[in-house]
């Protein structure tokens, strides 16, 4: 592969590393606006439509047109393009837009992958030798899933991040049962001039965090807005639960803000007025309360500080908008002083958050930290510590992020701050993952769960749900982790959380290829496809095609599933969907071996293993290294196949973990068998398969009998062949390399009608897989 960077006027654009140079000086510009560029020049040879440009950059289709319409504004200014100007972007009347620059296309070196033979001597122990000209890499910080989805390994992609939480401090946070939400609120009804648009958004999360605070349980404003993105109405979930419409006028010199609250047939209305929007919000906010059986909260804002409160109510209905620029020039027009506060600092710090200026948020964070007064307000200092912590995450600065998060806890545990406290957890249990610790990650998870029932955030909750789902997966715990993701869908789906009930059932479909349930996971691709038509995230829509491609896969679709990966290759993003697409070579792999073209499937696996699927992706780097060795054998590349095996075995050592055992050993004992060597062959072939029944996952436990069966037949071993085929027997129904040992097993012991009837299903579920000849295979009649 080469990375392509785009030459125009003075501009050098590096979509890859997403850096914009004029004459070799980096211009700002927000990621989204590198991305909207990026894709306007990739597609310069058309016009390109608002509402793919919006999928494309933000992955979902519910973006204002305004917000693009900034976008692209920003980009003309960055591009030096003044008043009507339209000299490399022009605007095509009610479709969109269409690059018309001439632009040159200049393609870097190629990013060749790094022998895997060079990887495992960078991670090999000190007492091994290594050649003096391998590079050193980091060793692998995490461990995902396998193949079978390592994609859906935790929420770090697919959902924009997953594991990190909406860390700009709008709780959208990681993915239940036992949390009550009471009450919620809708976006209020407001005037129609501009100056007042953030009130739909701003009274809204007021009239919330008021209820919230004198005991209703209220769900978070973030969360009811994430819903209602996705569904466009309330969800069933809420239907017992308070509905509040909040709606504010101007009369005369004073405003009157109204709260119309309905549960069922009963409707309860609460008006208050003051000078202030604000003031008069939280008034109706405790009228309703008292209405309602509860004691409103103390009044704490001075009149000195209602300028303040406003500034911050404004500038998070535009962050909640994505508006960041809108947030930023809001605070930029208010007065000095007022800039100054902590409060206003900290939103600044969060719209860097938003943009992806990750150092700029640290830097940011630790200074107010520096100067925050030492009578500071704890959920305000615990805040600032949520905020930094998220951008450590992001900058892999996981040992500072952890002291951050440990002490958002000290502080926050000290006050009424329960979502709080829930995003410092979640932001632990995203350190203890990165660092492979995933019975901390789990107990952390635990410990979030319970904060975000306490803040009646049920989005909140479902999402942690999920995350412990797929933790317990990657802890091989799959059967468990099976239950735990079902429910977590039903819940995201029954919450109107679409994109996250599909992301949950894609996760699923995972799980069930771990179990061998084949038909289940047919079902969930079936219940999910065509993609476009259940989620608008372009990026979770090609992590479909990619669990779709790999239920063909073991279905004996090949044809079928290649069709989808040369789809996936050809239609998305090569910088946003990177991983996604590397994954697919991978993959792609797999079906090249499976049909015995061992020479592309080796080529195809060592596309894949390149760098980033060895840090982000090491168990699917280690399946993709296996593929590749034994593409290497079926070619009669014994020596590579060796080496390569050799290398594993190191590599694995420096990065151990109890499942990257079992595959060493069972790539070690296939090299051991291709070599003649039978006595250490059949001894790891053992180990493997006491390994594989100690983990107890389906899919271990064939791949490893399925290699072992055809040698212990071989070596004339048929009363321990026949045992090994009864661990897998429960399976040859619906598993090919199941029914194929078995087959052989009886072939082996003479036992003709049962020999044929078990390779007529052999070779049925076999579909376009290359049966292997019984000569290859040792299998002997007797």
């Not at 009228?287 to 001075?302: E, F, H, S, V």
């Not at 900290?346 to 830097?363: D, K, P």
């Amino acid at each position: 592969m080469t990375a392509s960077r785009y030459l125009f006027h003075d501009f050098c654009l590096d979509p890859a590393a997403r850096e914009l140079r004029r004459h070799g000086e980096l211009v700002v510009l927000p990621v989204s606006s590198i991305d909207c560029l990026a894709y306007l020049i990739a597609h310069r040879e058309r016009a390109v439509g608002r509402d793919e440009l919006i999928a494309a950059v933000w992955g979902r289709t519910d973006v204002a047109d305004t917000l693009l319409a900034q976008t692209v504004l920003r980009i003309r200014r960055a591009l030096g393009e003044t008043g009507g100007e339209q000299s490399s972007i022009r605007t095509v009347p009610r479709f969109g837009y269409r690059w018309t620059a001439d632009t040159q296309v200049e393609e870097g070196a190629a990013a060749v992958a790094p022998e895997p033979a060079e990887v495992a001597a960078s991670a090999a122990p000190e007492n091994i030798r290594v050649a003096a000209s391998v590079p050193t890499p980091s060793v692998v910080p995490r461990s995902k899933r396998r193949l079978a989805f390592a994609a859906a390994a935790l929420l770090l992609a697919a959902l924009a991040g997953g594991w990190l939480w909406h860390s700009r401090q709008v709780s959208q946070p990681l993915a239940g049962e036992g949390e009550r939400v009471a009450a919620y609120v809708m976006p209020a009804q407001a005037p129609d001039a501009a100056e007042w648009s953030w009130l739909r958004l701003g009274l809204m999360d007021l009239v919330a965090g008021r209820l919230r605070a004198g005991g209703l349980a209220t769900a978070p404003a973030e969360s009811v807005l994430t819903v209602l993105k996705q569904s466009g109405s309330p969800p069933p979930a809420f239907a017992d639960a308070l509905e509040v419409v909040p709606s504010a006028e101007f009369h005369g010199n004073r405003w009157q803000v109204s709260l119309a609250a309905r549960h069922g047939e009963e409707r309860i209305l609460a008006k208050a007025e003051a000078d202030d929007v604000l003031g008069a919000g939280r008034i109706a906010a405790d009228q309703l309360l008292i209405k309602l059986g509860y004691q409103p909260p103390p009044a704490r804002d001075a009149p000195s500080t209602l300028a303040l409160q406003e500034l911050l109510q404004r500038t998070k209905a535009a962050i909640l908008a994505d508006q960041f620029d809108l947030a930023r020039s809001l605070i930029a027009q208010t007065a000095p002083e007022l800039r100054q506060s902590p409060e206003v600092a900290l939103r600044l710090a969060q719209i860097e958050m938003g943009e992806g200026r990750y150092e700029s948020v640290q830097q940011q964070a630790t200074a107010l930290l520096d100067r925050l007064p030492r009578d500071a307000d704890a959920s305000l200092h615990g805040r600032i510590l949520n905020l930094l912590g998220g951008a450590q995450v992001r900058l892999a600065r996981y040992a500072e992020a952890d002291a951050s998060y440990e002490e958002a806890l000290g502080v926050l545990r000290a006050v009424d701050d329960p979502i709080g406290l829930a995003i410092a957890y979640t932001g632990r249990a995203a350190v203890a993952a990165q660092r492979e610790d995933l019975e901390r990650a789990t107990a952390e998870l635990g410990r979030a769960r319970v904060e975000f029932a306490a803040g009646a955030d049920a989005l909140g909750v479902a999402h942690t749900d999920m995350n412990l789902g797929l933790v317990a997966a990657q802890r091989y715990r799959v059967a468990q982790s099976l239950p735990m993701l079902r429910q977590a869908e039903a819940r995201l789906r029954e919450l109107g959380a679409r994109e996250e009930s599909v992301y949950a059932s894609f996760a699923m479909i995972g799980v069930q290829l771990q179990l061998l349930d084949y038909a289940a996971a047919r079902a969930l691709s079936d219940g999910n496809w065509p993609p476009e038509a259940h989620t608008g995230n372009e990026r979770l829509r090609w992590q479909l095609v990619l669990a779709r491609a790999h239920v063909l896969l073991v279905e004996g679709r090949l044809a079928e599933a290649a069709e989808q990966l040369d789809r996936l290759e050809r239609e998305s993003s090569p910088t946003q969907d990177a991983a996604t697409r590397t994954i697919a070579r991978a993959l792609a792999a797999r079906v090249a071996l499976q049909r015995g073209n061992f020479a592309q499937a080796a080529e195809r696996a060592q596309s894949a293993l390149t760098a980033s699927l060895r840090s982000d992706e090491p168990d699917t780097y280690l399946l993709t290294w296996l593929v590749q060795a034994r593409a290497l054998r079926g070619g009669a590349r014994l020596d590579e196949a060796g080496q390569q095996t050799a290398a594993l075995r190191i590599w694995v050592d420096a990065n151990p973990s109890e499942w990257r055992q079992l595959e060493a050993t069972l790539a070690e004992a296939e090299q051991a068998w291709a070599e003649g060597r039978r006595d250490d062959a059949l001894a790891k072939f053992t180990d493997a398969n006491q390994r594989a029944d100690r983990l107890g996952v389906p899919e271990d436990r064939v791949e490893v009998a399925a290699a072992a069966v055809p040698a212990l037949i071989a070596a004339d071993q048929l009363d321990r062949a026949s045992a090994v085929v009864g661990t897998i027997a429960t399976w040859a129904p619906v598993d090919f390399r199941a029914a194929w040992a078995e087959a052989q097993l009886l072939r082996a012991l003479g036992r003709t009608e049962e020999w044929q009837r078990a390779y007529e299903r052999a070779s049925a579920l076999a579909r376009e897989r290359v049966v292997p000849a019984l000569r290859e295979s040792g299998v002997a009649a007797k």
